[in-house]
């Protein structure tokens, strides 16, 4: 039987998130496993005046690739793949787990490895993204890996994934127009700000975001959405932050991390698990070590961690700082092959303040609008 909520999910994303013109070029990817859904955004693709291209990858094929990739084949990229980064209108992305600790074994120097030779493709999306010529998008579907992941089955998994997705069956596109709308308003009062202070379990963090630009993030670039996010002034982070959440990065999940920061640099990091996976990330490249992305939280009805950063990093009452590349759309200039998000509950006593005003107290928003 289908499910009418993956047809209103390509819906948004066709027709709101990247609003796919007559005569775009899109390029599609995902795995097989997320055929349902592929194929209704195919069918969006077309019926909105589209040249779609699928870009399909099998369940498996990553963990074949990571055991017999030799060093040149780690670093290679297709030239067909550099060509769509380069020349396509469109992308959309599909998200579907076959099995999220597949990579979980592989030496992390392999990953390392395939990042650095993928570092051009990354600085190739982000300058296009940032110019308004590549438009992009992501979204979910849901798995039996990822619902256990979330500690779920998978008709509960579901629900929770469409409904943070879909939450209007009835007008599915106008609900994100109008969320839209509402958090320009708060994104209008971070504008122009220049110094944060985040305080919380064990963090006593400070930084610069003067000159920087604050992104809604109201379900263009990710779905489900629910962010506020900008780039750190490279140089100006001082202080200390525990992330209260695991940092999962490349299927490897690293706990109980710990950050130091001096002059914008990550000068010691410690970690209750997978600390020597988190400094061999960290030293992919000189930029790893610097912040790309401050970012909060703001969808109240995502609550609960599932370790799948779509939906984790836009936990209500939460805060995330990512490691390494930077969007040039807030203005960042961090660039590197990484690009780790790591969240921290602020819902037990934490608080930001931008120029001393409070923003967020116990994870809630403490300014009228």
Request: hydrophobic content about 35%; proline content about 4%.
């Amino acid at each position: 039987m289908s499910d009418s909520r993956v047809e209103a999910l390509a819906r948004v994303l066709v027709e709101y998130s990247v609003a796919v013109k007559p005569g775009e070029k899109v390029l599609i990817q995902g795995s097989t496993i997320a055929e349902p859904l592929l194929k209704e955004v195919y069918a969006k693709v077309l019926q909105a005046g589209g040249f779609p291209l699928m870009m399909l990858s099998l369940p498996g094929s990553e963990e074949i690739y990571f055991k017999y990739a030799s060093e040149d084949q780690l670093k290679h990229v297709a030239p067909p793949v550099k060509l769509a980064y380069e020349t396509y209108d469109v992308r959309i992305s599909i998200l579907a787990e076959h099995n999220t600790r597949s990579l979980s074994k592989v030496d992390p120097a392999r990953v390392v490895m395939q990042q650095r030779g993928r570092t051009e493709l990354m600085q190739i999306f982000m300058k296009r993204a940032a110019s308004g010529t590549l438009r992009w998008t992501l979204g979910p579907y849901p798995t039996n890996s990822s619902a256990q992941e979330a500690e779920m089955g998978l008709s509960e998994y579901e629900d929770f994934v469409y409904g943070a997705c879909v939450p209007d069956m009835n007008d599915p596109v106008g609900y994100w127009q109008r969320f839209s709308q509402q958090q320009q308003k708060t994104v209008d009062w971070l504008n122009g700000k220049s110094a944060v202070h985040i305080r919380g379990k064990e963090t006593d963090l400070k930084f610069s975001v003067a000159g920087r630009t604050f992104i809604n993030c109201d379900g263009h670039e990710n779905m489900p959405d629910g962010e506020i996010f900008t780039g750190p002034v490279e140089d100006s982070v001082e202080g200390h932050i525990y992330y209260s959440f695991p940092a999962i990065y490349g299927g490897r999940e690293v706990s109980g991390v710990r950050l130091w920061f001096e002059k914008g640099k990550i000068v010691k990091a410690t970690a209750d698990k997978n600390e020597a996976f988190l400094n061999e990330t960290l030293n992919t490249d000189p930029g790893a070590r610097y912040l790309g992305e401050f970012g909060i939280g703001t969808n109240i009805g995502i609550q609960n961690f599932t370790r799948e950063i779509l939906f984790d990093e836009k936990i209500g009452g939460t805060i995330h700082l990512a490691a390494g590349a930077g969007y040039p759309e807030t203005g960042s200039k961090n660039e590197s092959a990484v690009h780790w998000d790591m969240i921290s509950d602020l819902r037990d006593g934490g608080e930001v303040t931008l120029d001393g005003q409070t923003l967020y107290r116990n994870g809630k928003l403490a300014i009228s609008l």
